[in-house]
């Protein structure tokens, strides 16, 4: 199974964007799907995840900006960022975390926030 990452780019501060995240297949066995990001010479840390069953979490930075989401029927992941600010800059990366504790990964999409 892969993972196809889009919709990253520049955007201005206050801006918006909604990253895609495509399965190639029907995955079995998540635990939960979510977003990561990785911003230059920073550890990879969790924006938002979003349960088989539907719950949601969110990190600090990402509430009440940021909406995780999944189209089941479209084996599809999505991440709605709204007011976007400099330090959201990051490659963000989508992922599958399956109930045998490993993670299949996508290959990242760029965010770049002007201010």
């Known amino acids: 199974v892969q993972l196809q990452a889009s919709g990253g780019g520049l955007v201005q501060a206050g801006g918006s964007l909604r990253l895609s995240c495509a399965a190639s297949?029907?995955?079995?066995?998540?635990?939960?799907w979510g977003w990561y990001r990785q911003a230059p010479g920073k550890q990879r840390d969790r924006v938002a995840i979003v349960s088989d069953g539907g719950t949601t979490m969110y990190s600090d930075s990402a509430k009440g900006r940021f909406t995780i989401s999944r189209d089941n029927a479209k084996n599809t992941l999505y991440l709605q960022m709204n007011n976007l600010e400099p330090e959201d800059t990051a490659v963000y990366y989508c992922?599958?975390?399956?109930?045998?504790?490993?993670?299949?990964w996508g290959q990242g999409t760029l965010v770049t926030v002007s201010s």
């Open positions: 992922t599958a975390r399956l109930w045998t504790a490993t993670n299949v």
């Open positions: 297949e029907t995955l079995i066995g998540v635990n939960y």
